[in-house]
């Protein structure tokens, strides 16, 4: 069973940094992608960061190039560096695993690929 875990939210001032963790356990293979979605206040939700395993090829959306970066060190594990925060970064932060279609990472935008969610964990910007 495949499960997703987020950690490192929090509130923090504007212009301050933090670091999203997702723990990912039971995947069957070395071959997924992952992303980070979020969801605002009265927003909708929208992708931030997408990675594909094992080449390690990223995207993001236009509205935090530059201030975040994902990465991912190992098979379990996939983090999003979060610089310069602002106050519309004020969100619940999800990671979400698309496994063995490649589809998830070649349309990162759309959440349609990604089958498998972890609880989400909030993160607060003030300004």
């Known amino acids: 069973e495949v499960q997703l875990v987020e950690s490192g939210g929090g509130l923090v001032q504007a212009g301050g940094s933090l670091r999203l963790s997702c723990a990912a356990s039971?995947?069957?293979?070395?071959?997924?992608?992952i992303a980070w979605f979020r969801q605002g206040p009265g927003k909708e939700r929208e992708a931030v960061a997408c990675i594909r395993r094992p080449d390690g090829s990223t995207k993001y959306r236009d509205s935090v190039k530059g201030r975040f970066t994902i990465s991912s060190d190992n098979e379990n594990m996939v983090d999003l560096q979060m610089n310069n925060l602002k106050p519309e970064d004020t969100a619940v932060y999800y990671c979400?695993?698309?496994?063995?279609?490649?589809?998830?990472?070649?349309?990162?935008?759309?959440?349609?690929?990604?089958?498998?969610w972890g609880q989400g964990t909030q993160v607060t910007v003030s300004s």
């Open positions: 039971g995947l069957p293979f070395d071959d997924y992608g």
């Open positions: 979400a695993a698309d496994i063995g279609s490649g589809l998830g990472f070649v349309y990162c935008s759309s959440s349609d690929f990604y089958h498998y």
